[in-house]
């Protein structure tokens, strides 16, 4: 199975920037898709950012512009530099990896890191 483990939440004043990373288990991590979404207090779960094997990345609107995803195989972490926050973008923000295994897809989570934007 594949562990992730997300960490670099806080609390940050508006217009301010904070780095989250994710740090995932096993040996296939150069082989998969890893993905960022978040979830504010009462509201549904939303996609965020996402970046290929191969590097191609991918943001939601709402971020677009203010937030990088990135990762190193080397360390098997994926990145997410978060600039210009909003109250807006507070919530937990979780990590995914989807991968290919023995002919199956599967979605893996991690428990979520808390990031609040308050002044």
């Known amino acids: 199975q594949v562990r992730l483990v997300e960490s670099g939440g806080g609390l940050v004043q508006p217009g301010g920037s904070l780095r989250l990373s994710c740090a995932a288990s096993g040996s296939i991590f150069s082989r998969m898709t890893m993905g960022w979404y978040r979830q504010a207090p009462g509201k549904q779960r939303e996609w965020v950012a996402r970046i290929f094997s191969g590097g191609i990345t991918g943001y939601a609107d709402s971020v677009r512009g203010r937030f990088t995803i990135s990762r190193d195989n080397a360390k098997n972490t994926v990145y997410l530099q978060m600039n210009s926050l909003e109250p807006e973008d507070t919530g937990v923000y979780f990590c995914?990896?989807?991968?290919?295994?023995?002919?199956?897809?599967?979605?893996?989570w991690g428990q979520g890191t808390q990031v609040t934007v308050s002044s």
């Open positions: 995914k990896a989807a991968a290919v295994q023995a002919g199956t897809f599967y979605d893996y």
